[in-house]
């Protein structure tokens, strides 16, 4: 458990899910991959709350963010989060989309918070010396591993997970304190000048938790669901 000021402007509401979601991708953005201004990004899934935020932070650190959704509904979301260009995976070839949009050089990180057999397509979009973080299976756990892709690319592979940084006793993982640090600076300035904001789909009262799931399984929403109590 860490414990955080956030900026006084900020709702609870908002406050609550805002650095999972933010720190989650910092991370993974600037300590796993080391992304730099003009870099490109890959983000799946990228309405879920974990995946506007990565567009919002790619948008405050100058990258280009590419972001998949299956619903053409969801386009204008995800260009408002900061997307450069999104790819509707039920209209769109993605690999053939993402390759023209990086002029075939393909991107420096995709942030896969579904996973699914899309791993096995994506690994064709991974720029030479890249990075695939896979942190997430909304999309299942039947992944076929695209090696030949890894071995002509020479990309790293890497099943991420926030805990690697902010740490965790129960499975003996230390916590990165210099990188923490950096994380809640990076956070707290894009939470206290706007930068960065939460968005929330839609409140449920804590005693409607089980309509609060339906909901998320439903998958229609765009950003966070909150309980309140």
Known sequence: THLVNHPHHLPPAEAAPAYMAY?????ALFEVARLQRGDTVLVTGASSGTGLAALKMARAAGLV??????????????????????????EEDVVATV????????VDLVYDGVGGPMVTLLGDVVARRGWYLLYGLSGGVDIAFPVTAQF?????FHVYKVLEFTGSET???PRDEAALQR???????????GTLDVRIDRT???ADVALAHAYMERAGHAGKVVLTV
């Open 204 to 206: 449920f009262a804590l």
């Open 99 to 106: 390759l023209a949009r990086t002029e075939g050089r393909g």
């Open 152 to 156: 002509r690319g020479s990309w790293h």
């Open 65 to 90: 963010a590419i972001a998949t959704t299956r619903s053409a509904a969801k386009r204008q979301v995800l260009r408002d989060a900061g997307a450069t260009y999104v790819v509707v995976t039920e």
């Open 183 to 193: 994380g809640l600076e990076f956070v707290n300035a894009g939470l206290a000048d």
């Open 171 to 173: 499975m003996g993982l």
């Open 23 to 27: 720190l989650t991708g910092s991370f």
